[in-house]
């Protein structure tokens, strides 16, 4: 038959029957002053709002794509281990749980009005990667009240032709192998396989936490840098103390692979502290959506930006945080709270009918749980400075006049 006489339908969507409400980046961690996200009660609300009109005709999933646990940053142990077992994962998970009960009675509460058409997802990552231990999962869902349609689906979702990942797993810095999320310690220990950069910042930028925990929400970070300078090389020190010990290390053990240079670990900081994954991130997932019409959506987060990119009919979505995070302006003179974002996907069947952001204005941080000015850090941290420098000067000296002279020849 001539393809000339073939008909095109005209095929329409209708309404929706489906919404799914996706966040990202909660990064609750344990309570006080070093939790990223305080307000779970705001966030509890938000949730309540979706079980009420005009959402309750609908079927409700909550996603929640990554990060909603700060478990990275949360202590266990006396410390910031790097072998994270089931145990240390009950441990964090429950410290977050207990600092965060209104989230948990808003999720329950949502679920348990329709059970039949109501579902909450959590996908996996780089800060909550525990969540890949059974056990883990168990101490979210019996704090959920135990229900069935509580999902694990582990590092991505397809719910009809939405297509869901955190984001980490298209980031160099934290990707970690899927058929291999756990590894076994020396001492025969079931562990977390960790990426190398979230070993860095547990060993390197998380012990920094008492001084440097309110810089780490502010934007931009170069700005950060620019007004307090100290930060930055404190940083840098403290990374190339790390790599070149490691170094050291690996070279005993005749890795000929390992060679560290300082103009190495200052890139390496540039990239840890200002989180540049835009392009390699954004770049896969959009040629995905533009290739292949598969999905009519990817949803994305990590980044803490959100962005809408469209091709026709198909999007991809990234969703910024919810975690606390302010906009630094006057020169440091004034922080203003970023405002909230995560995505609405309405669905008929498989099919995606609608999605789109949805903003709203950052609840108010407690008095008290971030410091009156961003430089009153100053003082401590040239202190550190000059520990640091007696600790490795010759070596970063030596290093510094080598750098010269290979720009100067
Ligand atoms: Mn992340």
Redesign the pocket.
Known sequence: MNEHLRTTELRGRGAPDRLVVVFS?IEMGAGGRYDDFLRSDFLAEIIRGYGRDPYRWLAVDLVFN??TFDLLKTRSRGGWPTHVTRDIGIDKMEQVASAHPAFFEAVREHLAADPARRRAFFVV???DMELLFPEVQAVVRDRLGSPENVRFPGLEVDLGRVHIE???QLDPLFIVDPERPFIESKAGAKILGLSWASVALLEVAIPLQPLLYHHDRLKPKELVLELIPEVRELLIGEFWTYWTRRYFRDLVAGDPLKSVSWTMVKELVRRLVSWEVDVEMGDSLQRRMMQSEHFDLYLV??QHEPGWWSHGQRKVLRTGCIRDEFMLVERGRAQVPINKTWAEVYLRGDDVVRSHLVEHIAPERPPGTYPASIFEVVPEVRERLSAQRDAIGSQKDAQDAQEARERDG
Do not use: F, L
């Open positions: 980046d990554g990060d990552g780089n800060h955190h984001g980490s987060g990590h």
